[in-house]
């Protein structure tokens, strides 16, 4: 089955700092890609969704400017957490389709948590 | 907006059966799903069900949806220790593939020896 890799599986920063999280399909080619966040027993809350090639499409309460996302490949897309405050501290969840091969799939990757102290 | 809920804890004995039930409030829900969360792993899709469809069975696992009252359960026939997961139910209009889904905050099934 399609693969879905993330990285870094956890990462720990100081408040004020930008972190980067990797999302990369490894055998399929990504039409899009999703990112989500989890709170402890929360649901998987979607925050954008970007098509390679365009700018991300965020959805209704998540700030573009703090949480960057950039899809420059159908392999890759990364989100960038700016100016990293405690109440960012989640976990990070990207899932990526591929439109040819089917409309109702989508891949995850196994997350990301951050720690911002 | 949309809501999808479910129970957060489900306890049975191995060898029973597990049902697993979700409720939701966007009529335009087009696909439902359910996923499967193992510690360390992705989301695992187990299944998924048209709206157009009343039940969908796979090997152990059978989807009733009872779209007039946005119903949807998920029965694990002879409930293993390797079922033992975070069960999430979730729901798209356009499908996975264009679409964000909307999740249930997932069901964590208990299996007791």
């Known amino acids: 089955g399609a693969v879905v890799s993330q990285h870094p599986s956890w990462v720990i920063c100081k408040s004020g700092t930008s972190v980067k999280i990797e999302c990369r399909s490894l055998?399929?080619?990504?039409?899009?890609m999703f990112w989500y966040r989890q709170f402890p027993k929360q649901s998987l809350m979607l925050m954008a969704t970007s098509n390679e090639g365009s700018k991300a499409t965020y959805e209704q309460g998540v700030e573009k400017d703090k949480f960057l996302i950039n899809h420059a490949s159908l392999t890759l897309s990364t989100l960038t957490v700016t100016s990293a405050h405690p109440e960012d501290s989640s976990f990070y969840i990207c899932?990526?389709?591929?439109?040819?091969?089917?409309?109702?799939?989508?891949?995850f990757g196994p997350g990301t948590r951050l720690t911002v102290t | 907006g949309e809501d999808v809920e479910q129970s957060l804890f489900l306890s049975v004995r191995e060898g029973d059966s597990s049902v697993i039930n979700c409720t939701y409030t966007d009529s335009s829900s087009t696909y439902l799903y359910w996923y499967k969360q193992e510690p360390g792993a992705g989301l695992q899709l187990l299944t998924y069900?048209?709206?157009?469809?009343d039940m969908k069975q796979d090997q152990r696992l059978t989807v009733l949806l009872n779209k007039k009252d946005k119903h949807l359960s998920l029965r694990i026939a002879d409930t293993q220790t390797g079922d033992s997961a975070i069960y999430f139910c979730?729901?798209?209009?356009?499908?996975?593939?264009?679409?964000?889904?909307?999740f249930g905050k997932g069901t964590h099934l208990i299996i007791q020896p």
């Open positions: 055998d399929f080619q990504a039409t899009t």
């Open positions: 899932s990526a389709a591929d439109a040819i091969q089917g409309y109702y799939e989508q891949y």
């Open positions: 069900i048209f709206s157009n469809m």
């Open positions: 979730a729901e798209s209009i356009r499908g996975g593939g264009a679409d964000g889904l909307t």
